[in-house]
């Protein structure tokens, strides 16, 4: 998989390369919209993210390059704007999803993944892993092609661990996953270990080898 | 105090007290004015009186005097002793039937050594009706002339503080976020046009300023994205290195937890100036009671984790023309409000009625400061997870709408009304 990173802030972008290094993602990274538009008329992304705010000019116009090109790529809008103008016309000009800044790279990385699943040719919407099979498209879990009987919350937030495997997610970042902005209501945490206590007993019980780990009460990893 | 009626009370009480004080006077200086001329008269007639007596003295006929001079008596003195004395006396008046005021002379005369009692009257009826009509006529036109000039100086002073008065009515209603400076008319007063001037150039810079302040808030809002996302990214990097200690994991909590909290924070202030640069200026036809509904559900776990009831009665189906995400961050604000303050177990009412509703729930404080309730970090809560802008934005969302926010406490509920002024 190949993803292209426009990002002007060097530090975000190599950020983003070390989290993304644990998939098996090659990343580039354009630090300005003239590399960006170099790179992506000579070659093919899987998936570009792509920041609106460059030094030398607009992000969406790199987005426009691509299409007009007929680029068969994901596009990922990160923007620090976070204007629903900038939203709508990042969408309307064909971009797959749009990411305001400041994000959560577990968040980054599962949109990544799920752009990457939908762009897919060959229709092939499950992701096989070990004895777990998800179909993201009917949004179900099967334990050895047993179906596991999972709420939309709870799938949710298992394709999140999963899709960030081998990594620590943070609680905030489930938190913001799971609930948007509702997050802010929640004093505490405790709707997010009742979830996870629920996922875990259920995936035990469907004889799934316990993959996720507390860690330290940071978060929570899938451990593969 | 109007200015006006300020400097027009000095001329009133000076006047009214002119008028008092002048009348009696003028009557009275006139009446004594009047009396002296009288006098003479008297005297005057009685030295002629005195010297036709003198030619008719051997016969005496005085009597015939009284004949043709009803005013006239002359009879023999008892006392031998010349005196003149005036003095005034009611008479009873036959033919008008009613005691009339008299000036009366009575003198002792002695003419060839015989002792004569001599008494002059006159009649001050005419002289008092002469007097009481001067007296009016000068009461009248002292009147006329302060009411006069109370007018005149009311309708001048309202002309000239015309201006003024325009002046301040556009102060009034200014509004530094609506526009750029005040306009005034011209004004042929050098004063009025000098203030006019003056507050057109401070009201101009003040909204210079208001945008540069409202610019920078933005400016320093969007520039804090990126170090936050930079931050946030690299903490995230450190949860994942290894080795990690217990203690490593809490402090890399905490600053995650910090970063959350300014992320949030700089959202909201993001958010604040988007209001106020009217970024959210496409309205339509809001339905509160299905975006209460539609916040009711998304609100469901947080309802659940702190077991609360929530009861919603809907009198009528409530719309407005506003814009549909405001109308749904004010109601939000309002119930995440409700919820977070709330006690375990607790309830949350919401009443729907035309043009208001009213959110209303349990907590463990009691009645909350009203009146720095809605000025922005004014947290009366020890809350962390609280940012204390919740209901400032609530407030400028309902500025915006020309809606009326209020707190209330009773029955132990706290209670956020917004009434809309039209529909």
Known sequence: ?224 | MKLLSKSLKGYIVYSVLVLIVSVPVFYFELTSIVAEDVDEDLVAQKADLMAKMEKVIANKPFEYFEVFEPDIHIKPANTKRIKDSTYTILFFDSISKENVPHRVLESIVVLKSEWYNITIRKSLVDNDNLIFSIVTVQAVILVLIIVGLLFITRYHSNKLWKPFYATLGKLHDYKIECENSIELGKTEIDEFADLNTTITSLTSRNHEMYLSQKEFTENASHEMQTPLAVFQSKVELLMQTTPLTGEQAELITELSDAGQRMNRLNKTLLLLSKIDNDQFNVKEIVNINTTVQKLAEQYKNALNQKKLSLHTRVACNTVINANQTLIEILIGNLVSNAIRHNVQGGKINIIIEPNQFCISNTGNTDSLDATCLFQRFQKQTSDANSLGLGLEIAKRICNLYKAAITYTYSDSLHSFTVSFSNS
């Open chain 1, 1 to 224: 998989m190949k993803l292209l990173i426009v990002e002007d802030e060097k530090e975000l972008s190599k950020s983003i390369v070390t989290y993304l290094k644990g998939e098996n993602y090659l990343c580039e990274v354009a630090v300005d919209f003239k590399t960006a538009l170099e790179k992506t008329e000579s070659f093919d992304y899987d998936c570009v993210l792509l920041d609106i705010t460059l030094p030398d000019g607009n992000g969406l116009n790199v987005l426009k390059e691509l299409k007009a090109d007929n680029k068969t790529g994901g596009v990922i809008i990160i923007s620090a704007k976070n204007l629903i103008d900038d939203r709508i016309a990042g969408l309307n000009l064909g971009a797959d999803d749009y990411l305001a800044k400041p994000f959560h790279l577990s968040e980054l990385s599962a949109r990544i993944a799920a752009v990457i699943r939908r762009r897919r040719f060959d229709g092939n919407k499950v992701l096989e892993l070990n004895e777990l099979t998800f179909d993201t498209l009917a949004k179900t879990v099967s334990v050895n092609g047993k179906g596991v009987d999972l709420t939309r919350k709870e799938y949710d937030l298992f394709l999140y661990l999963v899709t960030n495997k081998n990594r620590v997610v943070s609680k905030n970042a489930i938190a913001e996953h799971l609930s948007g902005d509702e997050a802010d209501v929640f004093d505490n945490f405790d709707f997010i270990y009742a979830h996870m206590k629920n996922l875990k007993k259920k995936m035990v019980l469907a004889g799934c080898e316990d993959y996720i780990k507390s860690i330290y009460g940071m978060g929570y990893k899938f451990d593969i």
